[in-house]
């Protein structure tokens, strides 16, 4: 397959994808029916979350798994295509997603906003620009996981694994603020898991354009450093694959 063709199918590979991107707007559209204070609200710090770290799991689930569990990869790998190039371009294909969505919502929202006065959108594109860039890094991190990970497995892991590491870090920030072992664990945290806490500061104003920069690029080094994992599991599982079928 050609590069157009991979970035399209990974768009398009299940009819879910586009309920789930319709079902987004359908949310965004109905939380505007709260009446929230203009300064209760911040609907840049709301996509960041919803959009920018829930919504790549949900579009990422099985981007991997499911072709190895159907058997479908190995007809992948007979086609004039590097391993490297079908990992790099089914990730093109859902931060184009991510883009696509993320300008539409963007939209939305302002149009929204305009209508009704509802919460807040202050540093409204800076909150745009974090939810893309953490965006890339969820769903690398997901489909890199989908590779050594049956069906749609994949996401499920990932949101209750970040689940569970949100609930130790809060315990151990709670009642061992002091311990020499929390300091490793928010080290480990901040610098080798997708960087919430970094571009969350990033969206909020709180961060100099230089710790600003140096968060973006420490946000895409990830991305790098999650494909790159990637690209290696990919190649070793797939050649065993086709060995074994």
Not at 103 to 117: E, K, S
Not at 138 to 156: F, Q
Not at 193 to 210: I, K, T, Y
Request: net charge positive; proline share 3%; with cysteine.
């Amino acid at each position: 397959m050609k590069a157009y063709e991979l970035i399209t199918e990974t768009v398009l590979r299940k009819t879910y994808l586009r309920v789930i991107h319709a079902a987004w707007f359908g949310i965004y559209a109905a939380v505007f029916l709260i009446p929230f204070p203009p300064d209760r609200c911040s609907w840049g710090s709301f996509v960041f979350v919803w959009s920018g770290c829930l919504l790549p799991l949900l579009l990422s689930a099985g981007i991997f798994g499911n072709d190895v569990a159907s058997g479908r990869i190995s007809l992948l790998i007979t086609k004039p295509i590097r391993l490297g190039e079908l990992y790099i371009y089914r990730l093109i294909g859902l931060s184009l997603q991510g883009a696509v969505h993320l300008i539409a919502v963007g939209t939305l929202i302002l149009i929204l906003h305009r209508l009704t006065n509802r919460g807040s959108t202050e540093n409204f594109l800076a909150w745009l620009l974090v939810s893309w860039l953490i965006f890339n890094t969820w769903a690398a991190l997901s489909t890199t996981l989908s590779v050594v990970v049956k069906r749609e497995h994949n996401a499920m892991l990932l949101f209750f694994t970040a689940g569970v590491v949100i609930f130790v870090l809060s315990f151990v920030v709670s009642f061992y603020p002091d311990h020499r072992l929390t300091a490793v664990f928010l080290g480990v945290v901040r610098w080798a898991c997708p960087p919430v806490e970094l571009m969350g500061q990033m969206g909020l104003g709180l961060a100099s354009l230089r710790q600003s920069l140096d968060s973006a690029a420490h946000s895409l080094m990830l991305t790098v450093l999650y494909s790159a994992v990637g690209i290696i599991l990919l190649s070793k599982r797939e050649f065993k694959y086709a060995r074994e079928g």
